[in-house]
């Protein structure tokens, strides 16, 4: 009868319900594979977006500018208390600091009268002393970092005042000219330096000695 009807030794029923489930499971597996590809290919999408995003990125660098330094206007020397004369206070024009006195090697020797300019990268020794001064023109040594004031006092020529200096202990440089006081006189003198470490410009015409 119809009940008992069969296909591939399977009763109908049983038959068809077997395609049925063969159906589902196809249709799974179709519905899991789409869905996997679908996302498969959205990330690589993604990827390539992300990667497209940071190959076209570019970085701006920056640079400092330097700030440049101030200019430190040099301050005037001033003479310390004379320990021979009465109290003065001068004021030599000073201009550009400059590390050395000389660019050439001095071989001329001068007298303890001759004055700057004509004086500039001579040698003088006093009378009576083996010391030895190289005579500079134009340039001084006072202030913080340049030298130390000894003292100073009134003399007459450049080399009376190499010759004070040479007989002073301690005493290694002398500058010498004629500067005004602070009743508006002029006079002729004489400053003893030590520990000289850098000199400025000073006016022209003013004597300055470093012992050798």
Request: glycine share 10%; proline share 5%; charged share 15%.
């Amino acid at each position: 009868d119809r009940r008992n009807r069969k296909c591939c030794g399977l009763r109908m029923w049983v038959f068809w319900l077997l395609v049925c489930l063969i159906i589902l499971v196809v249709l799974g597996v179709g519905v899991g594979v789409g869905v996997g590809v679908g996302l498969g290919a959205s990330k690589a999408n993604q990827s390539d977006e992300s990667a497209a995003r940071t190959s076209s990125a570019t970085h701006t660098p920056t640079t400092g500018v330097a700030a440049a330094s101030p200019t430190t206007p040099l301050s005037s020397p001033t003479a310390s208390s004379p320990s021979a004369a009465s109290s003065v206070s001068t004021t030599p024009a000073t201009s550009t600091k400059t590390s050395s006195t000389s660019s050439s090697s001095p071989t001329a020797t001068s007298g303890p009268n001759a004055l700057c300019p004509e004086a500039a990268n001579t040698f003088y020794s006093p009378v009576g002393s083996d010391k030895r001064f190289l005579r500079v023109c134009g340039v001084d040594y006072s202030g913080d970092n340049e030298a130390i004031d000894m003292s100073n006092m009134l003399a007459s020529s450049m080399g009376e005042c190499m010759d004070i200096c040479s007989k002073t202990a301690q005493c290694t440089g002398a500058g010498w000219g004629n500067v005004t006081t602070g009743e508006g006189t002029t006079e002729l003198r004489c400053w003893l330096k030590r520990n000289l470490q850098s000199s400025h410009s000073a006016k022209e015409g003013w004597n300055f000695a470093i012992l050798q």
